[in-house]
Nanobody, 115 residues
């Protein structure tokens, strides 16, 4: 399994970014996939995920601002982030869970939101 994130960067408060995760070695139709983030000094936390059924789940702090989606044909996961806040600053990680509940992680992409 290989997960490669891209799309992070520096953006002003209120701005938008779109993260991508190119996945190989997994089948989106049987894996759960999602985005986590980790800010300095804090634990890694779930941002959003898509179950193998296509059902999505969001953390409360991003509901209405972030949208997770997947392109099964391209084996790519996306996270559209709008109305970004300084507290969204973190390293964002792509995550995949196989049917045996084993986790795979990408290397992460830095998102910095300036006030």
């Amino acid at each position: 399994v290989q997960l490669v994130e891209s799309g992070g960067g520096l953006v002003q408060s209120g701005g938008s970014l779109r993260l991508s995760c190119a996945a190989s070695g997994i089948n989106f139709r049987i894996y759960g996939i999602g985005w986590y983030r980790q800010a300095p000094g804090k634990q890694r936390e779930l941002v959003a995920r898509i179950f193998s059924t296509g059902i999505t789940n969001y953390a409360d702090f991003v509901k209405g601002r972030f949208t997770i989606s997947r392109d099964v044909a391209k084996n790519t996961l996306y996270l559209q982030m709008n109305s970004l806040k300084p507290e969204d600053t973190a390293v964002y990680y792509c995550n995949a869970i196989d049917p045996a509940r084993r986790h795979s992680w990408g290397q992460g992409t830095q998102v910095t939101v300036s006030s």
